[in-house]
């Protein structure tokens, strides 16, 4: 009973902070609720017994993409969200997106069933810790992925560089 | 009713680890001022009350008293916001240390990793102080404060895969105690090189002299916090003292064997057994604080293309060839 | 102590979750409590952003050089790489040989990067 009025509060507030950071016409006051949206995706892992997820959400996500947003956003100069008409003349493809988006979101949720149960067991996290139980199934099962992110990740460097190459020279 | 009871347990120990750390920030302000006087041959604060002890208490109850100033056409919220992002940010770090044996508020198995996400988030409220002031030396000031913090960030967090390594752990509790049953019994020894990089991480990730740029009192007047005063200025002062005290306990947790002695020093002087571990953790903690004094009297301030360079360029090839090293070290054993 | 989903609660997080309340209290109240003791005396010269004494001119939110979304970038990149590092480095004891060479082909492969944003002059501050 307690777990789920605990869900509930999360789901409600995470639902509720999305729509006030998209809703927000001043970018930083966004980047402040997302600061708190992150924290309660971070708590909800807590619940999941995945700690190791919840630091990572916090380290990678608030501490590393949104500092990104933040030099972008400062990059741009934007302080308050223009309303000039060229950004908003593209609002009809959005709508049919955002509708066939919706669709494909109830037929999924109707649809829904549960996926295979993995490999390891809650007992087998218990027994050596969360970290410990990623790690060994990260590099031992998924080592092929591992390998490709490190492919991604080069393709990011790459790709920022040649992008603002011009300024660099 | 037990619940409650915990919670009341919890509290009291924050209430106590708080006012301890808070006295500490305030005595650490006296310290370095006298420390670097005496450094500079000069005498320090003596005025208020015997050999100036009573300063910072003096110090605090004028930042009270002053006149909070919020510049026209500053961001109001985040104005406000940002020094308490900052103290809860290096405030909440807190919550994992161990300061003996036994004692810590909550003892995670994520430890480290915890303290690294925290200190990432004060990055935030120095960016969003530097946005929110509207002024252009408190702009530049976060900009660069945020662009150091993060590339410090890196071989901060790099320079401590080497411990990890050793303990088998992120606890800081259970990496004190692998420490005191290696072979040198701290970890300065064998993790020589993670050890360096992180000391110039933590002074560059604290914004202390030598690495201060973000303030460089000279060129950019106080930089992000240029246009806070009163106790708004207080907060993010007792911030970055704060910082240093967490970033010292973590080089006293991780490498220096926390409130252990060795134990071929406990063979030779039986004696120092009886000194409680808290003792110990406090004394190698002041000889880490006074090492940040000391080199603040002694470097100049870094220029920002040596302070990236030295960054990007050293540190991070250093603990990644830390990292190697340590890995063959613990296949070959 | 652990459980299975919907009925564990990780309650080892409380501590944190009270000290972070704390924290938020502590940097607010100090704040407020400040409000009620300090004088507040506004007038234009004082609330006007310092610029060395003289009226502040032009945008205080400048353009500045995209070297540092660069950094930015290059920082994502390689704290990635440091959570990778994380999970291994305490699961070493388990993954052993087979896991440290697939370790120094992942770190290998972010050097190539590494030394392409050192030859591009990432790194260097005009």
Redesign the interface.
């Known amino acids: 009973m307690?777990?789920q009025i605990i869900f509930g509060y999360f789901a409600v507030t995470m639902i509720s902070l999305a729509l006030i950071v998209i809703t927000r016409k001043?970018i930083?006051?966004s980047i402040?609720y997302m600061?708190i949206l992150f924290f309660h995706i971070a708590g909800l892992y807590?619940?999941?017994?995945a700690?190791?997820l919840?630091?990572?959400q916090?380290?990678?996500y608030?501490?590393?993409?949104?500092?990104?947003f933040?030099?972008?956003i400062?990059?741009l100069?934007l302080?308050e969200e223009l309303r000039k008409s060229r950004f908003a003349i593209t609002w009809p493809i959005g709508a049919i997106f955002v509708v066939l988006s919706a669709v494909m979101i109830i037929i999924s949720v109707f649809g829904n069933r549960f996926a295979n149960v993995g490999n390891v067991k809650?007992?087998d996290?218990?027994k050596?810790?969360?970290?410990?139980a990623?790690?060994?199934l990260?590099?031992?099962e998924y080592?092929f992925p591992?390998?490709v992110?490190?492919?991604i990740?080069?393709v990011?460097?790459?790709g920022?560089?040649v992008l603002?190459?011009k300024?660099?020279? | 009713m037990e619940l409650l009871w915990e919670i009341s347990i919890i509290v009291i120990k924050i209430v106590v680890v708080v006012s301890v750390v808070m006295f500490h920030v305030a005595y650490a302000t006296y310290f370095e001022r006298k420390v670097i006087g005496r450094m500079q041959m000069r005498m320090g604060p003596k005025e208020v009350g015997p050999l100036g002890i009573l300063q910072p208490v003096a110090d605090g109850i004028k930042s009270f008293f002053k006149e909070d100033i919020i510049p026209l056409n500053s961001?109001k919220?985040?104005f406000y916001?940002a020094p308490v992002i900052s103290i809860m940010a290096a405030m909440s770090a807190l919550a994992v240390i161990p300061f003996f044996d036994g004692f810590i508020i909550s003892n995670?198995?994520?430890g480290i990793?915890?303290i690294?996400?925290m200190s990432?988030?004060g990055?935030?409220g120095i960016?969003?102080a530097g946005?929110?002031s509207n002024s252009k030396y408190a702009f530049l000031g976060g900009?660069r404060s945020?662009a150091q913090v993060?590339s410090y960030?890196v071989s901060l967090g790099l320079s401590l895969v080497g411990v990890m390594l050793l303990a088998g752990s992120?606890n800081l509790n259970d990496i004190v105690e692998a420490q005191s049953s290696s072979v040198f019994g701290f970890y300065a020894i064998p993790q020589i090189l993670g050890f360096f990089v992180f000391i110039v991480s933590a002074v560059a990730e604290t914004n202390r002299p030598p690495f201060d740029l973000p303030e460089a009192e000279s060129e950019l007047v106080a930089g992000y916090f240029a246009e806070y005063s009163g106790f708004r200025f207080a907060l993010f002062m007792a911030a970055e003292y704060i910082g240093m005290i967490i970033m010292s306990s973590l080089a006293v947790l991780c490498f220096l064997g926390g409130w252990t002695v060795p134990y071929y020093v406990l063979y030779l002087f039986p004696f120092l057994g009886a000194v409680p571990g808290v003792v110990w953790f406090i004394l190698k903690l002041y000889a880490c604080i006074f090492f940040y004094y000391w080199i603040r009297a002694t470097l100049p301030r870094f220029r920002y293309d040596q302070l990236m360079a030295l960054g990007w360029k050293l540190l991070i090839p250093l603990s990644l060839l830390n990292i190697l090293i340590t890995g063959i070290a613990k296949l070959i054993i | 102590?652990?459980?299975?989903?919907?009925?564990?609660?990780?309650v080892g997080?409380l501590p944190i979750l009270i000290f972070l309340g704390f924290s938020f209290v502590f940097g607010l109240g100090s704040l407020v409590f400040g409000l009620l003791l300090r004088p507040r005396r506004p007038y234009a010269e004082k609330l006007s952003p310092y610029e060395s004494g003289i009226a502040p001119e032009g945008?205080p939110?400048?353009?500045?050089?995209?070297?540092?979304?660069?950094i930015?970038?290059?920082?994502?990149?390689f704290?990635?790489?440091a959570?990778?590092l994380?999970?291994?480095a305490?699961?070493f004891d388990?993954?052993g040989l087979?896991?440290f060479v697939?370790?120094v082909?992942?770190?290998f492969?972010?050097v190539?990067?590494?030394v392409?944003?050192w030859r591009?002059?990432?790194f260097v501050w005009d």
């Open positions: 307690l777990n001043n930083m006051h402040v600061l807590l619940f999941l017994n700690e190791f919840a630091a990572i916090i380290i990678v608030a501490g590393a993409i949104m500092v990104l933040l030099f972008v400062m990059l100069n302080r809650i007992s996290i218990e050596v810790g969360h970290t410990v990623v790690g060994k990260l590099f031992v080592l591992f390998e992110a490190s492919l990740l080069l990011a460097i790459v920022a560089i603002a190459k300024e660099i020279k | 961001d919220p985040v916001l995670i198995n994520l990793l915890f690294l996400a990432s988030l990055a935030y960016v969003l946005w929110a900009l945020a993060i960030e992120f | 102590m652990l459980n299975e989903p919907g009925t564990y609660l990780p997080y945008e939110r400048q353009k500045f050089s995209v070297k540092y979304y660069i930015a970038i290059l920082f994502v990149v704290d990635v790489e959570v990778f994380y999970p291994w305490v699961a388990m993954i087979y896991g697939e370790m082909l992942f770190i492969i972010l190539i990067g590494y392409y944003a591009k002059e990432a």
